[in-house]
């Protein structure tokens, strides 16, 4: 359900509030004294700084891409290094060099020690090892080509985009809308980044309650191998378009698994989806279409479920206020739009689809990071 004008009366006493706060806010004067006072004069300063940081913002995660595209990150894993060490290893001009690291130092990545030597700070290491936060930041080069002029991409005179050529399945969900070579692109980038995902998705709802589990639109298996490492008992199965079931069942074939998933394809909009499984999984699969296409696919799935079956959808939702749902909002919100289609969702309106599609009871169940995925579960 798009977004709609539910009322159109005046507005309510809250926001008439946060009208009244913002006109406030606006006035200089007032923010001249709010820094000035003793109990509104620390928020005050953390509020500027925080729009400081929206405001540049660009530019950090430019500097992010650039000391992993330069191979600084990876040079300083293996230990502290000086300056003219890393000017030899990147291949950066000292003096640019010099540029960079005072960014990256800013930004929390490196640490430029009074000692002479260089060293990874805290988010230096954890992008460093982490292959999906890897795979993310470098596949933001396309992003960051569609966000050139990001206005023309609001208002839709903007269509041709790199996320769209790269997602060319998205909205069909069919297998004839892949061109040749986007499956690997796109299983790759998606398997990559699975990771941080699903040890928040194991955290926060128990498989082990279920005898069987099929992932739909699974990909290569990221989460069905470690929902296997987590609970070797479960039998699994993957579903996907065949070039992607393709992959998958390649992939499989060369890891040791107590019982290797079985590997589906097919569309999950027009094709009978496999049956006999008391737990069906949907992650990171709704937000990617138009409510027309989710409706429709919660519909095949509840056609091919039993009472007592459940489904399991787990993606970045919208909603919640704390900071990481924004960012999460924001971001992929952006991305999608990027892509031609899919939008980011409440739990609720995922709940009111699913109802519509014959699911009458779901809940909600939080993830540690809000900004990985939120769970709707939902019981035909």
Same mark, same amino acid.
């Given at each position: 359900?798009?977004?709609?004008?539910?009322?159109?009366?005046?507005?309510?006493?809250?926001?008439?509030?946060?009208?009244?706060?913002?006109?406030? =806010?606006?006035?200089?004067?007032?923010?001249? +004294?709010?820094?000035?006072?003793?109990?509104?004069?620390?928020?005050? $300063?953390?509020? &500027?700084?925080?729009?400081?940081?929206?405001?540049?913002?660009?530019?950090?995660?430019?500097?992010?891409?650039?000391?992993?595209?330069?191979?600084?990150?990876?040079?300083?894993?293996?230990?502290?290094?000086?300056?003219?060490?890393?000017?030899?290893?990147?291949?950066?001009?000292?003096?640019? +060099?010099?540029?960079?690291?005072?960014?990256?130092?800013?930004?929390?990545?490196?640490?430029?020690? $009074?000692?002479?030597?260089?060293?990874?700070?805290?988010?230096?290491? =954890? =992008?460093?090892?982490?292959?999906?936060?890897?795979?993310?930041?470098?596949?933001?080069?396309?992003?960051?080509?569609?966000?050139? /002029?990001?206005?023309?991409?609001?208002?839709?005179?903007?269509?041709?985009?790199?996320?769209?050529?790269?997602?060319?399945?998205?909205?069909?969900?069919?297998?004839?809308?892949? $061109? !040749?070579?986007?499956?690997?692109?796109?299983?790759?980038?998606?398997?990559?980044?699975?990771?941080?995902?699903?040890?928040?998705?194991?955290?926060?709802?128990?498989?082990?309650?279920?005898?069987?589990?099929?992932?739909?639109?699974?990909?290569?298996?990221?989460?069905?191998?470690?929902?296997?490492?987590?609970?070797?008992?479960?039998? +699994?199965?993957?579903?996907?378009?065949?070039?992607?079931?393709?992959?998958?069942?390649?992939?499989?074939?060369?890891?040791?698994?107590? /019982?290797?998933?079985?590997?589906?394809?097919?569309?999950?909009?027009?094709?009978?989806?496999?049956?006999?499984? /008391?737990?069906?999984?949907?992650?990171?699969?709704?937000?990617?279409? &138009? /409510?027309?296409?989710?409706? $429709?696919?919660?519909?095949?799935?509840?056609?091919?479920?039993? !009472?007592?079956?459940?489904?399991?959808?787990?993606?970045?939702?919208?909603?919640?206020?704390?900071?990481?749902?924004?960012?999460?909002?924001?971001?992929?919100?952006?991305?999608?739009?990027?892509?031609?289609?899919?939008?980011?969702?409440? !739990? &609720?309106?995922?709940?009111?689809?699913?109802?519509?599609?014959?699911?009458?009871?779901?809940?909600?169940?939080?993830?540690?990071?809000?900004?990985?995925?939120?769970?709707?579960?939902?019981?035909?």
């Amino acid at each position: 359900m798009e977004a709609v004008e539910q009322n159109a009366g005046p507005p309510g006493w809250r926001t008439r509030l946060k009208a009244w706060r913002a006109a406030l =806010v606006a006035r200089p004067g007032f923010r001249r +004294l709010a820094q000035r006072l003793p109990m509104s004069g620390r928020y005050s $300063r953390a509020r &500027e700084t925080e729009l400081f940081g929206i405001v540049t913002g660009f530019v950090q995660s430019q500097i992010l891409f650039a000391s992993l595209q330069s191979g600084l990150l990876d040079a300083l894993t293996a230990g502290p290094l000086r300056e003219s060490e890393l000017s030899r290893t990147t291949g950066l001009p000292a003096e640019r +060099l010099r540029r960079l690291l005072q960014g990256a130092q800013s930004i929390g990545l490196i640490d430029l020690g $009074r000692d002479g030597y260089v060293t990874l700070d805290d988010h230096g290491a =954890v =992008v460093a090892s982490d292959g999906g936060l890897r795979a993310m930041i470098h596949h933001h080069a396309l992003l960051y080509r569609d966000l050139a /002029d990001p206005l023309s991409l609001f208002d839709g005179s903007t269509t041709d985009t790199e996320m769209r050529r790269l997602w060319s399945y998205a909205g069909s969900g069919r297998e004839s809308d892949v $061109r !040749p070579g986007d499956a690997a692109a796109y299983s790759a980038l998606m398997a990559a980044s699975q990771s941080m995902l699903s040890d928040e998705i194991l955290d926060a709802y128990d498989f082990g309650r279920h005898a069987s589990l099929v992932d739909i639109g699974g990909g290569e298996g990221a989460f069905l191998t470690a929902v296997a490492a987590r609970y070797p008992g479960l039998r +699994l199965s993957l579903f996907d378009l065949p070039p992607v079931a393709a992959r998958a069942r390649e992939k499989f074939s060369t890891q040791t698994l107590g /019982d290797c998933p079985r590997c589906h394809g097919g569309s999950f909009l027009d094709d009978p989806l496999p049956r006999g499984h /008391d737990c069906v999984t949907l992650i990171r699969v709704l937000f990617d279409h &138009e /409510d027309a296409t989710v409706l $429709r696919l919660l519909q095949n799935l509840r056609a091919a479920m039993e !009472p007592g079956q459940t489904l399991v959808i787990a993606e970045p939702m919208a909603g919640d206020r704390s900071r990481g749902q924004r960012y999460a909002t924001a971001y992929f919100g952006t991305y999608v739009l990027a892509m031609g289609s899919g939008r980011c969702r409440t !739990p &609720e309106e995922i709940g009111a689809l699913a109802t519509e599609a014959g699911f009458p009871r779901f809940d909600v169940k939080p993830c540690r990071s809000a900004l990985m995925a939120t769970i709707v579960v939902a019981f035909p």
